[in-house]
């Protein structure tokens, strides 16, 4: 996720690889909100050279409905703050 160009790597979230036929999908289903209004809360982490957040796209939590609509679960070692 990259929020106004800063690159944003969703604490908690753990998707399947792109290449895979689910970590495909859950790309689609990510894609959809381009262009969409996010507001993320950084933790404080970075990895990959990403700030690590949990984040809001149009009011509504991005990573519950990743989980709640692909094959991405919740990794609960980065649930920093137990949001999942």
């Given amino acids: ?22 970590g495909d999908n859950a790309a689609r289903i990510a894609q ?15 990895t990959y050279d990403r700030l690590v957040g949990y984040c809001k796209v149009n009011g509504s939590d991005f990573g519950a409905y990743m989980m709640n609509n692909s094959s991405c679960k919740v990794w609960e070692k980065y649930d920093v703050w137990d949001r999942y």
Avoid: D, Y
């Avoid at 996720?1 to 689910?22: D, F, Y």
């Avoid at 909100?33 to 970075?46: D, V």
């Fill in 1 to 22: 996720m990259e929020v106004n160009n800063v690159p944003i790597r969703l604490s908690a979230l753990n998707c399947p690889e792109r290449g895979t036929q689910k």
């Fill in 32 to 46: 959809q909100f381009l262009g969409s209004q996010a507001r993320c809360e950084l933790t404080g982490a970075k």
